[in-house]
């Protein structure tokens, strides 16, 4: 089933080139109410049409469909709490002003370490990442949350610390095959190529973002990728990280991603206990910046892209690459959207929060209307 003025919406945008293609679904109640697939999955070096199963680099949304998720289950297990102290179990965190950051912090962006850099620029072996985090100053500003790629890098490896595996491997285990996921992974398999989407032409944004704000960082030859970025990673620095990180990496279907939503609602988890879904929906920060909860923005942050009409515990997350998942507890509705907008795209590329907005008030309205 389709939701007509969320097709328009689509067609509309890819018309105007925000990105070449498009996959929603709308859910309510653990059924979906309506999914379809627009456009182009991939423009160069082939034409490939988007399909409702088309893979997806779902960027940022690994921190809290992955890192999050494989946290709450520790958490159940009593292998982790919020109030642990990161330096117990990666020491490059037991510096001064390092050594006071807890799990809690890392996962509702409130440690203060900064937003992101170029940790491929930075060290010349993935293993010094961690030490490298630690040795940058935390962020010297009043906002309570600084949202961050080094928070969720972080937290992948304390994370493959407590389980004693790589973290492609703890989500295979603990999700992955629980949850008969056959089209989600990290470092998607070859054969899998052309039913994935495509995204930038080598790194040009993260090489320009260096150039501007890191002049001092040599560029090493090789540094940038710089062919169609086409079943492997966008992120440069999970990338580095051999496609798999705490922060981004994550390929998956729009199907699969609303099995993942489900493990975040009480009512449908099988992985997590009630009690530690409840971490989804609080505000660890209230009165700060943005409202966050463990792995999630929470609606009630001033310009979400929630739009206006999903319920103040609402919760979700957003991809570079142009991916978006909310869901809204009180109503029992999951609403997502995969894009591939970096995709033969040239700089700068289309921010999409207006169109993300849009995409869920037509989506309510619909649903209110049909329920």
């Known amino acids: 089933m389709m939701i007509d003025s969320v097709s328009e919406l689509l067609l509309e945008r890819i018309a105007a ?17 309506a999914a379809e697939a627009f456009g182009r999955a991939v423009i160069e070096p082939e034409v490939i ?30 292998e982790i709490s919020l ?61 309570a949350v600084t949202y961050s790629d080094l928070n969720y890098i972080a937290l992948g490896r304390l994370i493959e610390r407590i389980t004693g595996a790589g973290l492609d491997d703890a989500a295979i285990e603990m999700i992955f095959e629980p949850l008969g996921l056959n089209r989600t992974f990290y470092c998607p398999p070859s054969i899998y190529r052309r039913a ?15 150039e ?5 960082l040599a560029i090493r030859p090789g540094a940038f990728r710089g062919d169609v970025i086409w ?37 449908y988890s099988t992985l997590v206990s009630a009690e530690t879904c409840e971490l989804f929906t609080r505000n ?29 515990a609402s919760f979700g997350h957003l991809g570079f690459t142009g991916t978006s998942l909310w869901v809204d507890p009180t109503a029992e509705r999951v609403f997502i959207l995969l894009t591939n ?24 309205a619909w649903l209110d209307a049909n329920s």
């Open 341 to 364: 907008r970096t995709h033969c795209h040239p700089l700068p590329f289309i921010l999409l929060n207006s169109v993300r907005r849009r995409f869920h008030d037509l989506a309510i």
């Open 196 to 210: 994935t989407a495509a995204s930038e032409i080598g790194n040009r944004f993260e090489q320009q973002t260096c």
């Open 284 to 312: 660890f920060s209230p009165g700060g910046n943005e409202h966050r909860s463990i792995g999630f923005q929470l609606a009630s942050t001033p310009e979400s892209t929630a739009g206006v009409n999903m319920s103040p």
């Open 49 to 78: 049409d988007a399909r409702p199963d088309t893979i997806y680099d779902l960027a940022s949304l690994t921190k809290p469909l992955i890192t999050g998720l494989l946290s709450a289950i520790l958490i159940d297990r009593g």
């Open 231 to 267: 079943g492997e990673v966008h992120d440069g620095n999970a990338h580095f990280m051999g496609g798999v990180a705490g922060h981004a990496g994550l390929f998956s279907t729009v199907d699969n991603v609303f099995r993942l939503a489900h493990q975040f609602l009480p009512q």
């Open 83 to 143: 109030d642990d102290h990161v330096s117990d179990l990666l020491l490059d965190f037991s510096a001064p002003d390092k050594n006071e950051i807890t799990v809690g912090q890392l996962l509702t962006h409130t440690s203060k370490l900064a937003a992101w850099l170029p940790l491929y620029l930075c060290v010349d072996d993935p293993e010094e990442i961690i030490a490298e985090i630690a040795r940058t100053p935390l962020r010297d500003t009043p906002d």
């Open 17 to 33: 080139g925000d990105f070449p293609s498009a996959v929603y679904l709308v859910a309510e109640k653990g059924e979906v109410k």
């Open 212 to 216: 501007k704000d890191f002049p001092h």
